[in-house]
């Protein structure tokens, strides 16, 4: 048997836990089900169901079906979409199983710390995909599914191995994520309200009117009027 988590590791990964889930939400049960049932992981009591046979299965058949879904553009942003309601209280809820068992209070601090890094993740997931399902081709978005595939895995081991190392981690993949969602929301912002005017029949505001576009032909006739003899 493992030694039991110290307040370091159980903190570092419920924070790895609700982020985690508002990426690959069923990655994360099949992963840390897997841990427990194959004693690489000393699970709290709270998450001792996630070791169950049946979780284990059904978590692994929707690990391959949001693999799938997630590679293909426009089906992906609606996969998004759905798992709105899912991911962030399934992130809130896996993150309290850390301390159910011992403190009801650190249970809530684990729920809200859980399910704002849940939400938070989910939001820059959503909006940078919905932004990259724009581009015509689909490398960028398979890229970026598969680098999604990979930060989870890797998260959850570094809470576990090296809590300080992940919170630093964490602190940057916070900021980035902000950003991403700052960046990503503007964009569909304009694209959304460019397709409503095109739709509505009104003017396309991403092509310049004609009065600016040939503003200048004015100075070009007086220039050659000079000129002529």
Do not use: C
Not at 185 to 214: E, K, N
């Amino acid at each position: 048997m493992h030694p039991a988590l110290d307040l370091p590791q159980l903190l570092a990964l419920a924070a790895a836990i609700g982020w985690a889930s508002g990426v690959r939400l069923y990655l994360v049960v099949l992963l840390v089900g897997l841990a427990g049932r194959l004693d690489w992981l000393p699970l709290p009591a709270g998450l001792h169901l996630l070791t169950h046979p049946a979780v284990i299965a059904a978590s692994g058949f929707m690990v391959v079906v949001e693999f799938l879904a997630d590679k293909v553009p426009g089906v992906d942003s609606l996969w998004d979409a759905v798992h709105t309601v899912i991911r962030i209280p399934a992130g809130a809820a896996l993150a309290a199983g850390l301390f159910s068992a011992d403190s009801s209070a650190m249970a809530v601090v684990a729920a809200l710390l859980g399910g704002g890094l849940a939400a938070t993740a989910h939001a820059a997931k959503a909006t940078t995909r919905a932004a990259i399902n724009t581009s015509p081709e689909p490398f960028s978005n398979a890229g970026a599914s598969l680098a999604e595939d990979a930060m989870v895995p890797a998260g959850l081991w570094l809470s576990v191995a090296h809590p300080l190392v992940f919170a630093l981690a964490l602190v940057l993949v916070l900021a980035l994520s902000l950003w991403l969602i700052h960046k990503s929301w503007r964009f569909l912002r304009r694209l959304f309200t460019r397709m409503a005017r095109i739709f509505s029949g009104r003017p396309d505001p991403g092509v310049p009117p004609a009065s600016s576009s040939h503003g200048d032909i004015p100075h070009v006739q007086e220039n050659n009027d000079r000129q002529s003899p």
